[in-house]
């Protein structure tokens, strides 16, 4: 296993975050308690990560190293973009609050390695390496769910989200383990050959504990619960990140364990997406029309997310199997960019929906931004999510199976299901009058220009779809 | 590439109302100048193109997205061209009528552009997708419209009809996938005459298309979210509420169903019809019922709504036309008596009926018109109406009888409604010693009504311009579905 100058060039990625991570804790010890030094660092590295995975698709850079373990390819690469991404814009919102705690560097950190722990999930191919890479993404996070210590929330939220975590954890590690036990090997490719024809109990038994162990991570229902207190106990800079970044390296990790190392077994999985598909779909979208406070609303709208997400999953058969690739990367890119703007919303505008009354009036900017986050999160056209759930419905129907055309189906159920809580917000901004409460918050730059940038980012998805979905062909992964 | 521009420069103006001082002179001069350039092109397109609006100065093509064979396709003919022109005509109309909002102008005036962005694409577009999106981007505005503009009722009101229309947009989203997808193409030109697909697939598709085009229109009994939004909405809001946003589901079912899945649509279209007549006879009855008068001018909206349905889903020349016609007809006269009742009500302070009375006593001109729109409404010979009415009714009773018979009924039963609240409203003594004071309408408002009332009369007396332009486009669409 000799480590050569390409594999060096490989991990860059992973390798500029380990590199930042170290240089923001040093910034944390001899910096003077100076924030600013620690978050330009934090995101100085999140912008190096973008910017070495953006360079290795653009010379198109693959290769399999370490022993066939770590795979880089346009897939990889491409969620990659989305991690460090997500994480920029992660850094920026942090960045004052972050500051006023006190402990910048250290949060800033846990950032940088969840960045390093989810970069590596989506180039493994091997099931206890995506263990592990799992393991390093998680870890840091339920440290920065339980982060902000002013609220009683955020321990409670952290508790909650480490307890599940943990089992969830366990399960996930139960089921590779069975896969392995079958297969012999903890290689994609091997487990492929051994995944065929009709599966041994032992197998089922092995597949269906890894899909929950990623179903609670995932937080697909019924394994979602710990979602919304999570969500709510957060710092908003966490929540944000957590339900884009992370979630979409899993999504990608599973996507490829299932594709590569079980292909001739999609029959039995598609069958298993279909129903968690539709359950978490319904789920999410019926919890999040009762809610009235914005954090566990767009919490449970996450949940409804990952179930459209999921539909994607049980259309990769039939037909419909490279759309729905193109799908999962399509849509995971567009809610990073609409449900990262809502979240950062609720740090200049406030987590209780009467708080949005007259927005409009108070700061039409900030309204208007978000009315675009609301409306490209039910998927009004041009905007972000109308694209994903296009790519959705279009792979669904070539997948050529009745349970995916029923998926579809309540996929446009849920689509108008969610109309009245995403508009309950929008109607809040320009028809109510304003409250006391209206803008109450300050909110500083970083999050302003945030925001602004990944409205523009959503307004436009339109025209970024040309260049995404080229990328998507060349994913490599097919 | 005239097309694209016409359907583009409202968005600028949408922009410059955003970026122009609060003064409310100066906001009404922008906007009028703005909207009348969409107008102005279009008239152009009439007099340069009007015999054969096929050219390619018309149209454009970009591939938007490759792999799905998804593009930017836009492009005029004869089904379309009418409402493209009226869309333009009644945001210049709705304008000059905005006088009821005083509240954030700048704001108002900027949805209405971003609405007639929607509109002028859907009746351009050449794509289904394209077309989907220019169909949504019609719901906002109007929802925002209706939700803050609108009288106290106005929140339910916006959010049902959002919910509803979305309702439908969705599913008729699900029926296009499904065409193109098996058709591989999203292309209207390519897609002409079913695209190569079997007819069980065709009425499969045809039923989640139809579906969402009578919602939008809408047809008895989809039409529950019609009425709260009619009555909340301010009077230039309903111009184009009435006058133009139907016609994206009755133009869907002339552009899209009819010609795409001929054999599709086949078994409906007794159905389609039949809806048709219920709206008309549902929509007189109901009218007569009602003590309010902008709720009647609604529900007269409705009914006459239904003469689009019947002569669509007659597959003959003579019911097409009348279709295509009646869609600009049925926005011209809606959208006057809205108006004028916005006019009345602003005089007098009440819109209901028994509170009316005598009112051309006082006010000849607005009264006259109102009395000239309710003569269109019934389908008076020398209006542009009556041209459209009698030939929906001739093309529909030559392929279904029944409804053709039951339409004609349903017109005597308009002019039951029509001739009792005139007789209420402006005839006879006048009601409140209250309104021996008021004046007639003045030039301000007669500006935004007179244009309509002179259009009806001259397409109901010279009917060819407006049918010489559509016929080309009618006979492309008989020859698809084989009607004569």
């Known amino acids: 296993m000799a480590v050569t100058g390409q594999s060096i060039v490989a991990l860059l990625p992973e390798l500029i975050s380990t590199g930042f991570l170290i240089l923001v804790l040093l910034a944390g010890v001899f910096g003077g308690g100076n924030a600013g030094i620690s978050t330009g660092l934090a995101a100085l590295g999140s912008l190096a990560v973008f910017a070495s995975a953006a360079v290795l698709l653009a010379t198109s850079f693959s290769g399999s190293f370490f022993g066939g373990g770590y795979v880089v390819d346009g897939f990889a690469l491409y969620f990659k973009l989305i991690i460090a991404g997500s994480a920029l814009f992660a850094v920026l919102a942090a960045a004052r609050w972050s500051g006023s705690t006190g402990d910048a560097p250290e949060y800033l950190t846990l950032i940088l390695s969840v960045v390093l722990g989810a970069t590596l999930l989506v180039s493994m191919r091997d099931l206890f390496g995506i263990f592990l890479a799992i393991e390093l993404a998680t870890i840091p996070s339920y440290a920065m769910v339980a982060f902000d210590r002013s609220r009683r929330e955020s321990a409670e939220g952290g508790m909650k989200y480490l307890i599940t975590g943990v089992i969830a954890s366990s399960v996930l590690l139960y089921g590779l383990v069975l896969i392995y036990g079958v297969s012999g090997s903890a290689q994609l490719s091997d487990v492929a050959k051994t995944f065929t024809g009709s599966l041994s109990p032992v197998a089922v038994l092995g597949l269906v504990l890894m899909i929950s162990g990623f179903a609670f991570k995932l937080s697909a229902a019924p394994f979602h619960f710990w979602t919304p207190d999570a ?50 779909m319904f789920v999410g979208n019926l919890f999040a029309l009762r809610q009235r406070n914005v954090r566990r609303m767009l919490a449970y709208s996450s949940v409804a997310h990952s179930g459209y997400i999921l539909a994607a999953f049980a259309a990769l058969q039939g037909g419909g199997t490279a759309f729905a690739v193109q799908a999962v990367l399509i849509y995971t890119a567009a809610y990073a960019v609409m449900n990262m703007g809502a979240f950062l919303v609720i740090d200049l505008v406030g987590e209780d929906a009467k708080s949005y009354n007259g927005l409009v009036r108070a700061n039409p900017a900030v309204a208007a931004s978000m009315g675009l986050f609301m409306a490209a999160l039910v998927g009004i056209p041009p905007l972000a999510g109308f694209f994903g759930k296009l790519w959705i419905i279009i792979a669904g129907a070539q997948s050529g199976s009745i349970l995916v055309y029923v998926v579809v189906g309540a996929l446009v159920v849920n689509t108008v299901l969610s109309v009245p809580y995403y508009f309950g917000i929008i109607r809040n901004m320009i028809l109510e009058e304003p409250t006391t409460e209206t803008g109450r918050k300050e909110g500083d730059g970083a999050v302003r220009f945030s925001v602004y940038v990944l409205a523009i980012l959503t307004t436009l998805f339109g025209l970024l779809i040309i260049p995404l979905s080229a990328l998507a062909g060349a994913s490599g992964l097919l | 590439m005239i097309t694209t521009i016409t359907i583009l420069i409202p968005l600028l103006g949408a922009i410059l109302m955003l970026l122009l001082p609060d003064e409310e002179r100066l906001l009404r001069y922008a906007a009028l100048g703005v909207a009348a350039v969409p107008l102005v092109f279009a008239t152009y397109i009439y007099f340069a193109f009007g015999g054969d609006l096929g050219v390619d100065a018309l149209s454009q093509d970009v591939t938007w997205i490759q792999s799905l064979n998804i593009g930017y396709r836009v492009g005029l003919d004869g089904l379309g061209f009418g409402m493209f022109f009226l869309s333009a005509f009644l945001t210049v109309i709705a304008i000059l009528a905005s006088r009821d909002v005083r509240r954030n102008l700048k704001q108002y005036f900027a949805a209405l552009f971003v609405a007639e962005v929607g509109m002028l694409g859907v009746f351009a577009a050449q794509d289904l997708i394209l077309f989907y999106v220019f169909f949504e981007i019609t719901l906002i505005p109007m929802y925002l419209l209706v939700g803050v503009w609108g009288d106290e009722n106005r929140r339910p009101a916006a959010i049902k009809f959002f919910i509803y229309t979305f309702l439908g947009s969705t599913v008729m989203l699900a029926g296009f996938l499904a065409l193109g997808i098996l058709a591989d193409t999203y292309s209207m030109s390519a897609l002409g005459g079913g695209g190569g697909l079997s007819r069980t697939a065709q009425v499969a598709i045809a039923a989640p298309i139809l579906f969402g085009l009578l919602i939008k229109v809408p047809a008895v009994p989809l039409h529950s979210w019609l009425l709260d939004v009619y009555v909340s909405s301010p009077t230039s809001t309903n111009v184009l509420l009435s006058g133009v946003l139907p016609k994206l589901g009755t133009y869907g079912l002339i552009k899209v169903a009819i010609p795409l899945l001929p054999q599709g649509v086949e078994p409906f279209l007794p159905y389609v019809a039949a809806f048709g007549v219920v709206n008309i006879i549902y929509g007189s009855f109901v009218a007569f019922m009602q003590p309010d008068l902008k709720a009647l001018v609604a529900y007269s909206s409705i009914g006459t709504l239904g003469f689009i349905l019947l002569g669509a889903a007659s597959g003959n020349a003579v019911g097409l036309n009348g279709a295509v016609f009646q869609q600009v007809s049925h926005g011209l006269y809606s959208a006057l008596l809205f108006i004028l009742v916005g006019v009345i009500a602003a005089r007098t302070g009440t819109r209901r009926i028994s509170e009316l009375g005598g009112l051309a006593a006082r006010m000849p001109w607005a009264g006259g018109l109102l009395a000239l729109g309710a003569l269109a409404a019934m389908g008076l010979p020398g209006l542009a109406v009556f041209v459209s009415e009698f030939m929906s009714i001739m093309g529909g009773y030559t392929t279904f009888p029944v409804q053709g018979v039951l339409a004609a009924l349903g017109i005597i039963l308009s002019a039951m409604y029509l001739l009792y609240m005139l007789a209420r409203v402006i005839f006879g003594p006048i009601e409140r010693p209250a309104y021996e004071q008021i004046g007639d309408a ?6 935004s009504v007179v244009p309509l009332a002179v259009l009806l009369v001259v397409l109901g007396v010279f009917p060819a311009l407006l049918i010489g332009v559509q016929r080309p486009a009618v006979d492309v669409v008989l020859s698809v579905i084989g009607g004569s």
Do not use: C, H, N
Not at chain 1, 251 to 262: H, K, N, W
Not at chain 1, 271 to 278: D, G, R, T
């Open chain 2, 442 to 447: 003045g030039p301000a408002e007669m500006v």
């Open chain 1, 231 to 280: 969500y709510q106990g957060a710092p908003t800079s966490a929540a944000a990140f957590l339900s884009v970044g992370p979630k979409a390296a899993t999504f990608a990790v599973l996507l490829r364990i299932l594709l590569e190392g079980m292909p001739d077994a999609a029959p039995t999985w598609t069958a298993v997406m279909a129903f968690l598909a539709i359950i978490t």
